[in-house]
């Protein structure tokens, strides 16, 4: 535990990302703890008068932003945004990431990659040399589950990946299922040393609707630590 502790560093790292926002923007607002701080910021500037519409990534967020006084539109109505906030569960230095803690990276990823630009906000915790120590989730299709979490396990075997993937449950002990009623596997094969081909056979597999590896899509990582907030990729002025 450090000075300020994890939750007030994601605040300095939500409060830094105000920087890429403009008036008139179209945002798409991501999902978690972190994001959660950045909604709760960009809520009390709009309520100061900064005009903004903007798409959230899951119910949850979609009820804080509402709370918050944002106003909410859809991507039937824009299709593109200017910019998402989002937190990830980890990153490395080339701006690859895993999403999907919370279970919302479908939504989440099909808003950031609509975005011209997404920032990702985060506590120095979130950063790793090699992703993988957080176990990938891969959102399938609840029917034949057990089918796809063991074709999942067998293409991640032909790439060298071994390790033990599990349906998520909730707390109560039943499957827990997304916003879009899906299933989640949580694969955890530890270090994925080449994650760009682990997304393309995850992408190829049966039953797989998406998966957590975001490659290509962060253009920003603000990282916050006990030292300040550090900027990976492009700068608010880019
Ligand atoms: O991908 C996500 C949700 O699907 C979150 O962004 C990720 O889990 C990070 O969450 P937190 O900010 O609470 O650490």
């Not at 034949?144 to 909730?170: F, M, N, W």
């Not at 760009?196 to 609707?209: K, P, R």
């Amino acid at each position: 535990m450090n000075a300020i502790g994890t939750d007030g560093l994601k605040r300095q790292a939500a409060e830094a990302a105000l920087a890429f926002v403009r008036p008139g923007m179209r945002l798409g607002l991501g999902t978690g703890s972190t994001a959660a701080h950045f909604v709760e910021l960009l809520g009390a500037k709009a309520r100061e008068g900064l005009e903004l519409l903007c798409v959230p990534t899951s119910e949850a967020t979609r009820a804080q932003a509402e709370r918050c006084g944002l106003k909410l539109t859809t991507l039937d109505d824009y299709p593109e945004l200017d910019l998402t906030v989002d937190g990830a569960d980890e990153f490395d230095e080339r701006l690859r990431l895993i999403k999907g803690g919370g279970g919302a990276l479908l939504r989440e990823k099909i808003v950031a990659s609509a975005s011209k630009r997404m920032v990702v906000i985060a506590d120095a915790s979130k950063r790793v040399a090699t992703l993988g120590a957080f176990a990938l989730p891969v959102e399938i299709v609840p029917f034949g589950a057990r089918s796809a979490l063991r074709r999942i396990e067998a293409v991640a075997q032909e790439i060298g990946l071994v390790g033990k993937a599990a349906i998520r449950l909730t707390s109560q002990g039943t499957p827990f299922l997304t916003d879009g009623g899906n299933s989640i596997v949580d694969c955890a094969f530890g270090a994925i040393p080449d994650p760009e081909a682990f997304a393309q056979a995850l992408d190829a597999t049966v039953g797989v609707i998406e998966h957590g590896l975001f490659i290509g899509i962060a253009s920003s990582v603000l990282v916050a630590s006990e030292s300040g907030v550090e900027t990976l990729g492009e700068s608010p002025s880019a």
